[in-house]
């Protein structure tokens, strides 16, 4: 949560906000020194790493092949009882 800029510069500052804004200067620097990836406002990461694209379309893969194997088992399912009911019934 950021607070609103102040406008004019000539008025003094108080104590605690000179004390605050110091300790957000050293936090930035300490933030800047980890040379850790930029965020964006959503907390994601600005672009995602060649590994999550490649997981994130894994997933979807696995996830379409599942899919269509449940629906072939379920069809194959049907099938046979389908069938084993016509051939009670001929007997």
Do not use: W
């Amino acid at each position: 949560m950021s607070r609103p800029k102040r406008n004019n510069k000539d008025v003094p500052v108080n104590p605690y906000e000179q004390l605050r804004d110091d300790q957000i200067e050293i936090n930035n620097q300490k933030l800047e020194a980890l040379n850790l990836p930029r965020m964006n406002s959503s907390g994601q990461n600005v672009q995602p790493s060649k590994r999550t694209k490649v997981l994130y379309r894994l997933l979807f893969t696995t996830t379409i092949i599942a899919y269509f194997l449940t629906n072939i088992f379920t069809i194959m399912c049907l099938f046979c009882r389908g069938h084993n009911n016509q051939v009670t019934q001929q007997l």
